[in-house]
């Protein structure tokens, strides 16, 4: 019983590289989210796919891209770490986006820090 | 614009004392859903509790209870009998429809401390 999987859990960049975190859900979710986790702040959406070839900007976009690779992956890139985005980031996944009664499921995270 | 306040940061309790979490949402939406997630040491976030504006009972599960108050846009959440294994950072959400989609919007989270 997948759910959500997330890779990596950990990763150590330096300021001006590049990465690219990995999102699956075996639920047949119509929506993913990507959030951020940040102390004293909760989580804060990035980006979101409402479907399959779709994606919109969240709170937090800037520095950020995705790809919504079929409906399964969704993938969150970072094209030149920095600093600022040290964070724990979460994948989410929900049956319809356009229904706010929707529980989200979560991936278990992923803890980058940019050096 | 949605907004969650927990305003607690921080609270720790002695095992077995009762504590309530609190909750503060704000939106010009009619209809919309309030959600606890808990999330432990660990780090996954787990989904306690649902509930939407139109159903203003109280629930009860086990230790857990939600106080719903539309007057005062409070969805508070009691822990009766506290256990260590209650240590947890725990968020309140909310989620609305915005230009026809669902956004879920959560609060800062409050960092729950039990100790034996």
């Known amino acids: 019983n997948a759910g959500v999987t997330q890779t990596p859990k950990f990763q150590v960049l330096k300021t001006g590289q590049s990465m690219t975190l990995q999102c699956a859900q075996d639920m047949n979710h119509n929506s993913m989210y990507w959030y951020r986790q940040d102390p004293g702040m909760g989580l804060r959406l990035i980006y979101y796919?409402?479907?399959?070839?779709?994606?919109d900007k969240g709170e937090v976009p800037n520095g950020y891209n995705v790809s919504r690779l079929n409906k399964r992956e969704f993938s969150l890139r970072l094209e030149s770490a920095a600093p600022s985005q040290t964070s724990v980031y979460f994948c989410?996944?929900?049956?319809?986006?356009?229904?706010?009664?929707?529980?989200?499921?979560f991936g278990s995270g992923t803890q980058l820090s940019v050096l | 614009a949605q907004k969650v306040t927990q305003a607690q940061t921080e609270i720790s309790v002695v095992e077995k004392e009762d504590v309530t979490l609190d909750c503060v949402y704000e939106?010009?939406?009619?209809?919309?859903?309030l959600f606890w997630y808990k999330q432990p040491p660990s780090g996954e976030l787990v989904f306690l509790i649902r509930?939407?504006?139109?159903?203003?009972q109280n629930e009860i599960s086990g230790r857990y209870s939600w106080n719903f108050q539309k007057s005062t846009s409070s969805f508070n959440f009691t822990i009766t009998a506290s256990q260590v294994v209650d240590s947890a950072v725990y968020f309140c959400a909310l989620s609305a429809m915005n230009s026809g989609y669902s956004t879920l919007t959560f609060g800062k989270g409050t960092m729950l401390l039990v100790s034996p």
């Open positions: 989410a996944s929900s049956g319809l986006r356009d229904n706010p009664n929707e529980k989200l499921f």
């Open positions: 796919s409402a479907s399959e070839g779709t994606t």
């Open positions: 509930r939407n504006s139109f159903d203003e």
């Open positions: 939106t010009r939406d009619t209809t919309y859903y």
